[in-house]
C-alpha cells in the first residue's frame, strides 16, 4: 500500500454532478477516480500513444487491473461516518458513535443523525469563489454568454503555505517493477477543468510496509468505515437493499473471508446513505454506467467466525469491497473507537517546522527571521513595489522549475525590463529571493499568488 501526498500549485475546480446551478460547485477532496485519471495522463504523457504499445500492460496493471485508489482528503479534514449523532441544534459539542456507544441523552436538545460528508477543522479558506470570462479574439472585450463563477479548493491556506492532501493507494503487490516506480515517483498532475490557469498539483507517495499499529489486538467484530461511495451487488448483479442484513452479507461475505482468511458469521448493523454515482470515460470518450451507491461515510459492523489481527487489517484496507474499486469506490477503514472531529492541522508541515526553527539566515534588515515571516517580508515588498500579478506568475514558474524539476538556481528574472524598472532596493529585494532557500521560495510563491487574488 502507498500512501499519496499532493500539495496545491493552483486552485482546484473538482466539480460534483451538475446542478443547473450558480456557482458551480465543486468536492471538497480529491475523488479517487480524479487521482486515478490524473494519473493515466501523466503516464500516457511520458510514455506516448503509440498502438500497440510496447508498455500497454504496464498501462493496464496500473489503471485497468487490481490496483485501488482511494480519495484525497485535506489535511485536517475527514469523511463523518452516517454512525454519528450530534445535537440538533448545534448548542453543545456531544458526539455519540452508535457503532460504538449507546445513545446519551443531551440537555440541549434532541440527537439527530449526521448528514455525513466531509467535515474541516478549519473551513475558512478552503473553498473560495472565482469569475471567469472568456475573450473574443477580435474585439478583445468578453465573449456574450462566456461569463461564469464557479466555486474552488484555494491554492493555500491562510498562513500563506500551501495545501496538501492525503490517501491511499491499495493493492501494489500486483504491479511490475515499472509499475511500481511510476506511483512512488514525484509527478506533476493536473486535476479538474479549465486547467489553463487551475489544477496543478504536485504528487508523491511512499511505501506504507507497517501493519495498523492501532488495532489492539486479534478481534472479531470489525467496524468498516467507507471513505469514497461503496457498490454492492447480489449475485445476479443487482443492487443489494441495504435494510437487509442478509443480502449486505451476501454482498461482503465472500470478499471478507478471502482477505480476511475467515468467514463472516453476521452483518450486526449498518448506518448508510443511498445515492447514485456515473461518470465520464475520456479514452472511449463514453459515459460510465450510473451505479445504485452507498454514500461515502457509510458504516458496517460485521461478526466473524474467527478474529483476524493486524495483518488481516491492513490487507482489507489495501483491498477495498464492493465493484469499482479501481475507480475509486469502496475505500475502507476499519475503526477502533469512536470517531472524533478533525483537529486543525499543524501551522507548519514537518519540512516547514524544521526551516522555522532554523532562524540563523538573516532577513532583509539583517535580522535573524524564520522563513515564515520572511516569505511574508519578501511577498509583501514585491507587492509594494507595483509588480505584483507578473511577479507571481514568474516567482510560481521559477519556483516549480526549481522545486519539482531541478532546474538549476538563476537570477535571469531579474534581468527583465520590469525589475531593471524599480528602485534599487526593490530590485535588490527581487535578486535575493532568487537565490534563498527552498523553503522561502515556496512560500514567498504562494503568499504572492494570495496577495494577488486579494487585491482582484
Given at each position: 500500500m502507498l500512501e499519496v501526498t499532493i500539495t496545491q500549485d493552483q486552485d482546484l475546480h473538482l466539480g460534483t454532478r451538475p446542478r443547473g446551478t450558480a456557482p458551480a460547485l465543486t468536492h471538497t477532496h480529491v475523488p479517487g477516480a480524479t487521482l486515478r485519471g490524473a494519473l493515466a495522463t501523466a503516464w500516457l504523457r511520458q510514455h506516448g500513444l503509440r498502438t500497440p504499445h510496447p508498455m500497454m500492460e504496464a498501462f493496464t496493471g496500473l489503471f485497468e487491473g487490481l490496483v485501488t485508489y482511494g480519495p484525497l482528503l485535506v489535511d485536517g479534514s475527514d469523511v463523518v461516518p452516517l454512525s454519528v449523532l450530534g445535537c440538533k441544534y448545534d448548542a453543545c459539542d456531544l458526539i455519540i458513535d452508535e457503532a460504538f456507544q449507546e445513545p446519551s441523552a443531551c440537555e440541549c436538545g434532541p440527537l439527530v443523525p449526521d448528514r455525513g460528508g466531509v467535515r474541516h477543522a478549519e473551513a475558512q479558506g478552503v473553498i473560495v469563489q472565482r469569475t471567469r470570462l472568456e475573450l473574443n479574439d477580435q474585439t478583445q472585450t468578453a465573449q456574450e454568454g462566456q461569463l461564469y463563477t464557479r466555486q474552488a479548493l484555494g491554492g493555500?491556506?491562510?498562513?500563506?503555505?500551501?495545501?496538501?492532501?492525503?490517501?491511499?493507494?491499495?493493492?501494489?503487490?500486483?504491479?511490475?517493477?515499472?509499475?511500481?516506480?511510476?506511483?512512488?515517483?514525484?509527478?506533476?498532475?493536473?486535476?479538474?477543468?479549465?486547467?489553463?490557469?487551475?489544477?496543478?498539483?504536485?504528487?508523491?507517495?511512499?511505501?506504507?510496509?507497517?501493519d495498523r499499529p492501532d488495532l489492539p489486538g486479534p478481534t472479531?467484530?470489525?467496524?468498516?468505515?467507507?471513505?469514497?461511495?461503496?457498490?454492492?451487488?447480489?449475485?445476479?448483479?443487482?443492487?443489494?437493499?441495504?435494510?437487509?442484513?442478509?443480502?449486505?452479507?451476501?454482498?461482503?461475505?465472500?470478499?471478507?473471508?478471502?482477505?480476511?482468511?475467515?468467514?463472516?458469521?453476521?452483518?450486526?448493523?449498518?448506518?448508510?446513505?443511498?445515492?447514485?454515482?456515473?461518470?465520464?470515460?475520456?479514452a472511449s470518450r463514453l459515459y460510465k454506467p450510473v451505479d445504485v451507491v452507498l454514500a461515502a461515510g457509510t458504516v458496517i459492523t460485521v461478526t466473524l467466525t474467527d478474529p483476524v489481527d493486524a495483518s488481516a487489517v491492513a490487507r482489507l484496507e489495501s483491498h477495498g469491497l464492493g465493484l469499482r474499486r479501481a475507480e475509486g469506490f469502496g475505500a475502507v477503514r476499519v475503526a477502533t473507537g469512536p470517531w472524533q472531529p478533525p483537529a486543525p492541522p499543524g501551522s507548519t508541515t514537518a519540512d516547514d517546522a524544521n526551516s522555522d526553527t532554523d532562524a540563523d539566515t538573516a532577513d532583509l534588515t539583517g535580522q535573524t527571521m524564520t522563513a515564515a515571516a520572511r516569505a511574508e517580508t519578501y511577498a509583501r515588498r514585491i507587492i509594494a513595489a507595483g509588480i505584483g500579478p507578473w511577479a507571481a506568475k514568474q516567482v510560481r514558474e521559477y519556483t516549480i522549475a526549481v522545486l519539482r524539476e531541478g532546474a538549476p538556481r538563476s537570477a535571469g528574472l531579474a534581468g527583465f525590463p520590469r525589475v531593471q524598472a524599480l528602485e534599487a532596493s526593490d530590485r535588490q529585494v527581487f535578486t535575493d529571493l532568487l537565490s534563498e532557500t527552498d523553503q522561502v521560495l515556496d512560500r514567498t510563491a504562494a503568499l504572492l499568488d494570495a496577495f494577488v487574488r486579494e487585491d482582484q
Open positions: 493555500s491556506t491562510p498562513t500563506g503555505a500551501r495545501r496538501r492532501f492525503t490517501g491511499r493507494i491499495g493493492e501494489t503487490s500486483t504491479l511490475d517493477q515499472a509499475g511500481l516506480e511510476f506511483l512512488t515517483g514525484t509527478h506533476t498532475l493536473w486535476f479538474g477543468g479549465k486547467r489553463a490557469v487551475s489544477g496543478q498539483v504536485t504528487y508523491r507517495a511512499r511505501q506504507l510496509d507497517e472479531d467484530r470489525l467496524v468498516l468505515r467507507f471513505y469514497s461511495p461503496v457498490v454492492l451487488t447480489d449475485s445476479s448483479g443487482l443492487p443489494v437493499d441495504p435494510t437487509e442484513p442478509a443480502q449486505v452479507l451476501g454482498a461482503v461475505g465472500h470478499d471478507l473471508a478471502e482477505v480476511l482468511g475467515t468467514s463472516v458469521s453476521a452483518v450486526e448493523r449498518i448506518w448508510y446513505r443511498g445515492d447514485a454515482e456515473g461518470g465520464w470515460h475520456a
